[in-house]
């Protein structure tokens, strides 16, 4: 766990955090003695196709208000920019020019939805759960291939909450470790599925040591950090 970073934290742009001003969090990181924290707030896409994040027009704003921040703080706490996406492939341009555009300092690949090969997503009503599952975990590796991604968010996520755990899984989770390896990504320990209960734990069984993790709180309000640091540090020493 790189001490004193406060990983992955949202803003009350992504339409589903409390209200609370970025500021906020940072004035909460400083209380906990943190010297680094990262917003990772739930990125646009253009023409604003899906729910749970900021809109696209709210961009420039994300990224003036965090850059005035970091002028602020400067000396107290390093302050980086990124956003928390899908990785939709007919976006790629899209992903290039936020790392070279906006100057993202990381792109964390967060998969709650994937794209079919015949245009529907994996939330769509008629796409079979089976199907839908499969995709999107198998999405995952192919992702981390694009060289996009700093980091994957809570990576277990996706998988079955069950004992339903099948080869095809293993066979899933060892692309992705292997993928991870390859391209220098850091899989995300995330606290809120730690709060939740811990599900899914069969993902990290047998994982390679060479494995970069990073810890993430997924805070949605200032007071998510200092709860889920806790629950950090017991799964960082585990």
């Known amino acids: 766990m790189e001490e004193k970073t406060i990983f992955h934290v949202h803003s ?20 906990l003695g943190a010297t680094k924290i990262v917003f990772t707030d739930h990125a646009p896409f253009p023409g604003n196709p899906f729910l749970n994040r900021m809109s696209i027009k709210e961009l420039p704003e994300y990224v003036t208000v965090l850059q005035g921040l970091k002028e602020k703080y400067a000396g107290i706490l390093e302050i980086k920019i ?5 990785f939709v492939p007919t976006y790629r341009e899209y992903y290039q020019a936020l790392l070279d555009k906006w100057d993202m ?8 939805f994937s794209l079919l090969p015949d ?3 994996t939330f769509d009503i008629d796409v079979p759960k089976a199907l839908a599952y499969h995709r999107l975990i198998e999405s ?13 968010a809570h990576p277990e996520r996706d998988f079955h909450e069950d004992d339903r755990w099948t080869e095809k899984d293993t066979e899933i989770k060892k692309a992705i470790f292997a993928a991870a390896l390859q391209h220098h990504v850091k899989m995300e320990k995330n606290a809120a599925l730690l709060e939740s209960g811990g599900k899914h734990q069969q993902f990290w069984q047998d994982i390679p040591e ?3 993790m990073v810890y993430g709180v997924d805070a949605h309000c200032p007071e998510d950090i200092g709860r889920r640091i806790k629950l950090l540090k017991t799964a960082a020493n585990e």
């Open 12 to 31: 009350y742009r992504c339409k589903h955090a409390s209200q609370e001003q970025e500021e906020e969090y940072i004035k909460k990181a400083i209380e």
């Open 140 to 152: 995952i590796p192919e992702a981390i291939e694009t060289g996009l991604f700093s980091a994957v």
């Open 82 to 86: 990124g956003l928390e996406i899908e």
């Open 210 to 212: 060479q494995i970069m």
């Open 105 to 112: 300092d990381i792109l964390l690949l967060g998969e709650h």
């Open 119 to 121: 245009g529907r997503y």
